[in-house]
């Protein structure tokens, strides 16, 4: 039992608690992981899966989208 928030996973969409996912934040102007989970700034999540980090890396104009910079 977990009481932990679900967040989404930008690339496929699958949800999932917040520790299963990678936690990243905007930056000067890119994107950075966040391990600790405790950067502050608007966050985003994709999960622990190479296609997932590779689809988020190479979606720039989803990335905005997903940190509201346009
Ligand atoms: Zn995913």
Redesign the pocket.
Known sequence: MTREPIRT?I????KGAKSELIRYVWYNGSALTDPSQKLAGRGAY??D?K??KERFKANGKRLKRVFRLT
Do not use: G, L, P, T
């Open positions: 996973c690339s496929c969409n699958r994709h999960c899966k296609e997932c």
